[in-house]
């Protein structure tokens, strides 16, 4: 019998996702703790087309990309008879492994999430590197209930998903995005929301909030946009710099004792225990399920072909969309 294929999007050199390269080669050989899943569907992600232009130390020639999958467990490792066949999953990938541009992904099995009976395989492909970003900067904060809450940048997947974590929680919460989802997070229970490209935006923010300031501001947007928004936080205010870091010399040291904090999900691989690991991916699948019952809703996206995959991620970085992209093997 021969070696299984599959097709897979591969990177060759720093640049544009049109320079992807599509390929047929063999299906690796499975480790004791890995998994083999069949994808149905790939979600992507800002993230993608960002290491494809700046690529990664890890990646070499014909590197697969690609964060998110869906998809069907086929094979396991000696380590991973208790998972069974048939099941479906979904996952965020090692960004030191062959990612998940590809008709066949492999996994460390402890890294999966099971889909929810009645959550379709497209949701489940949508969820995992946004949602998963959201419940880490959500959960570094111990308390949110009645706290002053700013999420900047809320437009896109990460943000709405905190933004309707924090309404969860109790949390009084704020939000900056593109003037079209202002009437949304209005009636989900969000008390103000302005465009931070409009030059005065942060003039009347202050004006909304009566004399106080932010508790905690989590921003999507940059680390330097971050780093202007320190003068909004109280004392001992938190400041959650999800799409870079702040240096904390932009702080003068003991005067407001705002605490910094980073986020980076796809470190988790490496840097995280078991017991980490683990954790996240019983709240992942705690999210699913309130995703399966309405209770948390995703943005809505868009459904494309594996062969038109270079072109959308390309269309994703020409135009900073915030439309969630699906390719269906």
């Known amino acids: 019998m021969g070696k299984m294929k599959m097709n897979s999007w591969q990177w060759q050199k720093k640049g544009e996702p049109e320079n992807l390269v599509l390929k047929e080669s063999n299906i690796p050989e499975l480790g004791k703790d890995e998994i083999l899943i069949q994808n149905t569907f790939i979600g992507l992600n800002p ?18 990309p690609g964060v998110d999958g869906t998809g069907i467990v086929i094979k396991v490792g000696d380590n991973m008879e208790h998972l069974q066949l048939g099941s479906r999953v979904c996952y965020h990938t090692d960004l030191s492994k062959a990612g998940s541009f590809s008709t066949h992904t492999i996994v460390k099995g402890n890294s999966i999430m099971t889909i929810p009976n009645n959550l379709n395989d497209a949701a489940a492909a949508a969820f995992p590197c ?86 905690v501001v989590f921003d999507m947007v940059s680390g330097a946009h971050a780093a202007g928004l320190l003068d909004l936080i109280s004392y001992y205010g938190h400041m959650v710099a999800i799409q870079d870091r702040i240096k904390e010399n932009l702080l003068s040291p003991f005067t407001t004792c705002v605490s910094l904090h980073e986020i980076a999900l796809g470190a988790f691989h490496k840097y995280a225990s078991q017991q980490q690991i683990a954790h996240l991916m019983q709240n992942g699948e705690k999210l699913l399920c309130k995703i399966r019952t309405g209770i948390l809703k995703q943005r809505e996206f868009k459904i494309t072909t594996f062969d038109s995959l270079p072109q959308h991620l390309a269309e994703m970085k020409k135009n900073n969309l915030s439309t969630k992209y699906l390719v269906k093997i």
């Open 130 to 215: 946004p949602s998963l970003t959201a419940i880490q900067a959500f959960q570094k904060i111990p308390s949110l209930l009645n706290k002053i809450v700013l999420v900047s940048g809320a437009g896109g997947s990460v943000g709405y998903f905190l933004t309707q974590l924090l309404l969860e929680s109790g949390a009084k919460v704020y939000v900056t995005a593109g003037k079209l989802h202002h009437q949304e997070f209005l009636k989900m229970g969000v008390l103000k929301a302005l465009d931070y490209k409009d030059k005065d935006w942060k003039k009347e923010m202050k004006k909304s909030l009566q004399g106080n300031l932010f508790d």
């Open 47 to 64: 993230v993608d087309w960002k290491l494809i232009e700046n690529g990664h130390p890890d990646w070499e020639i014909n590197h697969i």
